[in-house]
């Protein structure tokens, strides 16, 4: 084999390998192989000296043909090759700029806290402290000192959440004299207890009823109880702030009503109903199909009560009230079952 033609196979090999190598690396070693010193062409070429004068520039004229070529062909599959790294790193690396962003929302008080947090702005505004209880009470200020009977039907074990005495008979031992408390009225006595009159006081908490949780009653809700002992006050400054507080949490186009209630603790008592915002007073399944939503309990403070205290009811009278914080919710914002307001979906919670 002359050896032009073994520079020619040797340029057809290598070019082959070149086109086959598959990354840079591999492309190095065939550059390393063919032109490298101890590589194949190097060591043709090495030879030429042993070449007759005459041989000479024909052979390396091809010679330098075959570098040439295969240089080339080095720096061109080198250059395909650093574009494909390039764009596979980039696709690999890609950021979607289309996808939507990530939202940070910000948190708010729940609806139910930003109701009471507002109605305890209008009470301080006419200068009621706020006074708080515990929700773990003593039957004696939920029900005894707020004048129920022993045979009070609010007593009974089917209304009220009793703590039990696990230490005797376990999860059905005996019932003890604490219990969830009912309402916020208990905190009427607490206050009663700790000062003198005047009294001008808002409690507002959680309360815990024995209730299946339906469109209009929860197990657990919250309330904000009212209570003003002082020299001279009369059921017309209890209807007079009441009136004034409904114009201001609901608006002058939502009508409010007295109607007469008992309660044992206040004497006389009434109910204040709020016309119903969902059907507009025509009846629907929220207002059980009377037109009108009860928010609230109230009445003037029952001598008794101030019996337990030792408040001289001949010198004091006083009102008291109790309002539902998830009903108020459900009327200003024609919220059709209270069970939207503990079930969490921020769907729904986001609007307030
Ligand atoms: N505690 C009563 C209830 O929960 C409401 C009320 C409070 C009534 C104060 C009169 C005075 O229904």
Redesign the pocket.
């Known amino acids: 084999m002359s050896i032009i033609t073994e520079l020619e196979s040797l340029r057809d090999s290598a070019l082959e390998r070149i086109s086959q190598a598959a990354d840079l690396a591999a492309l190095d070693a065939v550059r390393v192989d063919v032109l490298g010193k101890k590589g194949s062409l190097t060591g043709v070429l090495r030879g030429l000296g042993a070449l007759s004068a005459e041989e000479r520039p024909a052979v390396g004229k091809v010679s330098n043909e075959v570098r040439a070529a295969l240089e080339q062909a080095l720096e061109e599959r080198k250059a395909l090759l650093a574009e494909a790294a390039l764009s596979a790193r980039v696709a690999a690396d890609a950021v979607d700029v289309t996808l939507p962003g990530r939202k940070r929302l910000p948190g708010r008080a729940h609806l139910i806290n930003q109701i009471t947090a507002e109605v305890v702005d209008i009470f301080t505004g006419l200068g009621y402290a706020i006074a708080e209880g515990p929700e773990a009470e003593l039957d004696y200020y939920n029900f005894t000192a707020?004048n129920h009977p022993p045979t009070h039907p609010a007593r009974s074990a089917t209304d009220t959440f009793y703590v039990r005495d696990l230490s005797e008979g376990g999860a059905s031992g005996p019932i003890t004299d604490v219990l969830l408390r009912?309402?916020?009225?208990p905190v009427?006595v607490r206050v009663l207890e700790q000062q003198k009159p005047p009294v001008y006081v808002l409690a507002p908490g959680r309360?815990y009823r024995r209730d299946i949780a339906d469109p209009s009653h929860l197990p657990q809700f919250h309330?904000i109880?009212?209570?003003v002992v002082d020299e001279g006050i009369t059921f017309g400054d209890l209807k007079g702030t009441l009136d004034y507080v409904c114009k201001e949490l609901f608006g002058k186009d939502r009508k409010t009503r007295f109607r007469p209630?008992f309660?044992p603790?206040?004497e006389p008592?009434?109910?204040v109903d709020v016309s119903c915002g969902i059907c507009a007073g025509s009846g629907c399944r929220f207002c059980k199909y009377t037109g009108w939503q009860e928010i609230?309990?109230?009445?003037m403070?029952d001598p008794n009560v101030f019996g337990y205290v030792d408040i001289d009811p001949e010198v004091y009278t006083g009102?008291?009230?109790?309002?539902?914080v998830e009903r108020i919710a459900a009327l200003r914002y024609d919220i059709p079952d209270l069970r939207m307001l503990v079930e969490g979906d921020m769907r729904f919670l986001r609007q307030f």
């Open positions: 707020l009912t309402h916020t009225s009427q309360v309330q109880e009212g209570l209630h309660f603790f206040t008592s009434a109910e609230l309990g109230c009445g403070v009102f008291a009230f109790g309002m539902g």
